[in-house]
């Protein structure tokens, strides 16, 4: 046993070894002429697609501020860097490495992960340790409620995702109630837009006649499809980030199932109308962000050079995904240049009073930490031949199109 | 033999001082000492199943889980209505006075400790009459049912998920709460190990050990097989609970599938860590955890995107070469160090026999 006792010492004192000479190359939240920001992002695990869009988002932002001069505080001009870790898509792990970004890595700033759940689950770190946290990605109405200090989002809360959806489709039926089938992911984000269809439903008379909750990680809705088919409501109302999004159009289209509209979310971040083309037309979708929108800044220009550039440099088109969270270093650039200070509670400060206008859209954030200047918007995939493009039909100021409704009969559709 | 036990004071001794100083040797890893804690406590919970009754159990992550709810839902339960705090922002109107919360979470891992033991009782008496694999796959289902339909309760989160009470605010010192959660955890773990290795070395542990080796034979014997095997797994529940409620007040958001019942991770990282370690050894799990989690801690960023095909690299690994784990591998090399008599003439024997 004695043996063994010793075997154990050793291997303790090469750990404390080990964690001694970690602990004493801790990092500083300005190293130089960076300024370190943190981001636990999902680069595996069942939200990696938009993690990755999120990323790319970042890293473009943060290339394009950094070559048009940086961000100049007190006179001497600092370049932004960013620690990346990757969250699995797991809330505990995403927790875990909020706090290690912190408090080994030393990161005073933080960028948002990838989803409402993960926000939800870094925001009461942040908030433990005051560190400013601009997020893109973290909508759920949840998290503007609980009187965070430190969270600041650049996206308008879930709830307002496919509420006008439903003023549209009321609209459609000549001011009347509609009949509603719903079916959301049993996630925090799908949640609160669900909560959002019940007020309008509320509001305008309707009724829901499918209520279904989908498992995560979703990749067969045949059921509520099924009852779709037999109980044939006005609108299908789907939402279960991108697979949600890319099920709903395969499954849709293999059992043929007649709606006159179906209002989804994630349409781009999934590139339906690449995948999935003509099956996936007249989807009517939620975004935050449209290219053909015509907000503009000096940075990125307007949405459609936004996207030029996104293209060249990583291969697709910009989901709004990637623009947000492009919009949050633009905020904390514009943050800590009105701050001219490295102060937390200075940068703080400098982020309530924020007031600028993005290629993403204008941003002001309201008591809760949400953005308030920005509306929602909503596009529907429309086909020429085969080639299938997003195009703006909600709200009025922006479209370029015309809401196309109803959905003609898959038997119809050539 | 005295000196034995000397040598053993001062290993245990040493592990504690280390244990109680290591939060302020190291303030900048409180929580992930937390988590190897924790992790440690799920992986020699597991060895009393998987390595020492040889049922191997995917369902310890349902005690976990149910720790976890309990403990938040106790917590917030006792001093404000728990579906206004679950629906939406509820710690914004409601705020646990300091008092509060400490009894809250005081009352809340009571209860996550001893509802576990009973859900593991009753379940058990359902289940553990089956064996082998069919055992592990019932098991297997038993977290993932948890986990959907704790997703479809309203009144704990369902999808939406439950932000546990944050740390009273009165308590300006921003490491308090970091120190608060590693020594509970850490309370924990003495208290799970003393209890392990006092079942080490009673008759429990050998009837245990009759059970993985010929069940059929054990009976035979006249031992209650049943009996011992559902309050083999109360212990491991009644530990794996207040684990779980530990954990949800650290993480602070709990979410049905993800991080309650999290059998995709946690659950599948107590078996590793206890098979990687060697089961059905006291030290095993300890060492198996430990290893895992710097490994997990120390690596995983550094291979960002790679890091679940290292994983399955390393599960391959162990069990090519490590089949009966580190514990298990050391004793084959150096068996007179475990206190094995070898007989000289019987290894040459052996030896000549090759």
Known sequence: MNKIAKLFVTFISAITLALVSFTSSSFAKVEGEYIVLGSAISLTGKYSSNGVHTQNGYNMAVDRINKMGGVEVQGKKYKFEIIYYDDESNPKRAAQLAERLIKQDGVHYMLG??????????????????????????????????????????????????????????????????????????????????????????????????????????NDMAATLAKVKATKPDVLVVSGHTKGALTAIRQISEMKVDVPMLAMTHCDAAKLSKQHGKKSEYALCASQWHKNLSYKDKFFGGGKKYARDFQKEFGYDPPYQSAESSAALLVFKDAFERANSFDRDAVRDALVDTEMQTFYGNIKFGPGGQNIAKPMILFQVRCKGDDCENRVVAPTKWASDKFYHPIPKWSERS | MNKVKQKDLI???????????????????????????????????????????????????????????LTASVQVGMFFPLAEWTESGGEKTFVHTTAQ?????????????????????????????????????????????????????????????????????????????????????????????????????????????????????????????????????????????????????????????????????MGVFMVLMAILGGKGTLWGPVIGATLFHFFKEGLWTLILGWQYVALGVLIVVIVVYFPEGLMGWLREKYPERFGEVIDDKDRKAQVELK
């Open chain 2, 11 to 69: 290993l245990y001794s040493g592990l504690i001082i280390l244990g109680l100083a290591a939060p302020y040797l190291f303030s900048a890893f409180k929580v992930q000492l937390t988590y190897l804690c924790v992790l440690i406590v799920l992986a020699m919970t597991w060895n009393l199943q998987g390595g020492e009754m040889g049922y191997n159990t995917f369902g310890n992550i349902l005690f976990y889980g149910l720790g976890m709810y």
């Open chain 2, 101 to 265: 919360y400490f009894q809250g979470i005081g009352v809340g891992l009571l209860v996550s400790a001893i509802v576990p033991a009973i859900v593991a009782g009753a379940i058990g008496y359902a289940i553990l009459g089956l064996r082998g694999h069919y055992f592990a796959i019932c098991t297997l289902g038993l977290g993932i049912a948890a986990g959907e339909i704790a997703g479809g309760i309203e009144i704990i989160g369902a999808g939406q998920g439950f932000t546990t009470p944050p740390f009273p605010a009165e308590i300006v010192d921003t490491e308090a709460r970091g120190k608060f959660f590693y020594f509970l955890s850490f309370a924990l773990l003495i208290g799970t190990f003393v209890f392990v290795k006092y079942i080490y070395g009673s008759r429990f542990r050998l009837i245990l050990n009759a059970i993985r080796d010929n069940e059929d034979k054990a009976e035979a014997m006249g031992i209650q097989t049943m009996k011992y095997k559902i309050v083999g797994w109360m212990c491991s529940a009644f530990f794996c609970g207040l684990a779980g409620g530990i954990m949800g007040g650290l993480i602070g958001y709990i979410d049905s599938t993800d991080v309650a019942f999290d059998g995709r991770e």
């Open chain 1, 113 to 218: 992960p990838y989803s409402s759940g993960l926000t939800k689950a870094i925001a009461p770190v942040t908030e433990k340790y005051k560190i400013p946290m601009v997020e893109a990605n973290g909508a759920s109405r949840s998290l503007f409620t609980k009187g965070y200090k430190y969270l600041f989002a650049v996206l308008s809360p879930a709830n307002q995702y496919l509420e006008v959806a439903i003023d549209l489709a009321v609209e459609k039926n000549g001011g009347k109630g509609v009949r509603i089938a719903q079916a959301f992911e049993q996630d925090a984000f799908s949640q609160d837009v669900r909560l959002g269809i019940l007020d309008a439903a509320k509001r305008t008379g309707s009724e829901i006649i499918i209520d279904d909750k989908l498992p995560k990680e979703l």
